[in-house]
């Protein structure tokens, strides 16, 4: 999400002016210096491109702007998918999408939106926008449908203040109805907490993927960045690690590993006071394995622009560190993982702001159909595209 802030900050400028126990598992690194290699293992799916689909920039529906498109899920009671946008109620009320997305092996063929809801407070109300000031903003970023009742969880990073008379929003996983009613809010783990204190998620770095495992039974989260305890983020040097989190749908902390974020990618535009910004949007649950996933990495660099690539990893083999109060400079075992794709080599039109991702219907080759979404920023230069890839 920050690299969303970034954007739209210089848009404003410019207006003012199958898994096994991976081999390579068995030496521990150290936390703070994640090793960019990748590790011997089973894991390693292979993706080929299907096609891409450019939705219609800033296209009215329904009364409000779609745009933002930061998560999004395939509705099994429907078909469809649902998409969520993260305007902070900045334009409209925060709200999400259900679409119709016409996709196969020959490629995506339509993209339609069929509804709109916004998310509603306990009290019934829409959330207000952060100029409010009250503290109840918020800044959606995920949503999954879940598979045992088809309602609809989504996720939001809350805001950790820049200033001491800014609230503090704590992020949130929360329950709603296919309407966007409130109907409740998982637990998350005590380190997902926004503090005052040099403790917990880095402003717009909290919560902002998660996804429904083992037929729903087990939610698996991660932060988009380090934690500020657990070391400084990625540079031209080194990467990072970032804490991922397997819990009970009722909030049981079951265990907690540590992913390796890759070191950023490309040297800035030195005249840019934008600095890098890199992070993990999305992450995916293998149907058939709860321990292995598909994890969204999404890098901006003033300059060269976006860099986006899918991975491969599993929790097998690592370190479980949920009661490791920091990272940095510990010993463990990080989530082992190997590139699936680099949107850079697949032939697209253009790489975009990335930041969803599910699965799709499978191919008669027996391949899965990933689909993925960009968030657009609201900004002329970029745009919401659907990109759809054939995974084995």
């Not at 080194?238 to 009970?248: E, K, N, W």
């Not at 390796?260 to 040297?267: H, K, Q």
């Not at 491969?312 to 010993?331: E, F, I, K, N």
Request: a negative charge; glycine letters at 8%; hydrophobic letters at 35%.
């Amino acid at each position: 999400m920050r690299a969303s802030l970034i954007r739209r900050a210089c848009a404003a400028a410019l207006v003012l002016a199958a898994t096994l126990t991976p081999a390579g598992a068995a030496q521990p690194i150290a936390a703070a210096q994640p090793a960019d290699a990748e590790p011997k293992s089973d894991i390693g799916a292979r993706a080929r491109l299907l096609g891409e689909k450019i939705v219609p920039h800033k296209l009215t529906f329904r009364n409000t702007t779609v745009g933002g498109l930061s998560g999004i899920d395939r509705d099994p009671c429907t078909g469809e998918y649902v998409a969520v946008s993260d305007d902070r109620s900045n334009l409209q009320p925060a709200r999400f999408y259900t679409a119709s997305i016409r996709v196969d092996g020959a490629g995506v063929h339509s993209v339609d939106f069929t509804g709109t809801h916004p998310f509603r407070q306990p009290d019934g109300s829409v959330y207000p926008p952060p100029s409010a000031g009250d503290g109840r903003a918020v800044d959606p970023e995920e949503l999954r449908v879940d598979p045992s009742t088809c309602r609809y969880w989504w996720a939001q990073e809350g805001d950790r203040p820049q200033a001491s008379n800014q609230p503090v929003i704590q992020p949130s996983i929360q329950f709603a109805t296919r309407t966007g009613a409130y109907r409740g809010r998982l637990p998350l783990p005590s380190n997902y907490e926004v503090t005052l204190d040099d403790r917990g998620p880095r402003r717009n770095k909290a919560v902002e993927a998660f996804s429904f495992g083992a037929g729903g039974r087990l939610v698996t989260s991660a932060v988009e960045g380090p934690l500020l305890q657990d070391g400084p983020e990625p540079d031209l040097e080194r990467g990072a690690l970032i804490r991922v989190t397997q819990q009970s749908r009722d909030g049981d902390v079951l265990r907690q590993f540590a992913y390796p974020l890759e070191r950023i990618f490309t040297t800035p535009d030195p005249s840019s006071p934008w600095p890098p910004d890199t992070g993990v949007p999305a992450i995916l649950a293998f149907p058939d394995d709860p321990g292995r996933y598909l994890v969204l990495e999404r890098t901006w660099v003033a300059g060269a622009g976006y860099k986006i690539r899918v991975y491969d990893t599993t929790t097998r083999g690592a370190t479980d560190v949920q009661t490791m109060d920091s990272l940095a400079g510990q010993s463990v075992v990080p989530m082992p993982k190997k590139l699936v794709a680099d949107f850079h080599d697949l032939g697209l039109s253009t790489v975009n702001n990335t930041e969803g991702m599910t699965w799709g219907p499978v191919l008669p080759t027996g391949e899965r159909t990933l689909i993925l979404v960009s968030d657009d920023n609201f900004a002329e230069d970029e745009a919401t595209q659907i990109v759809a890839l054939a995974v084995r």
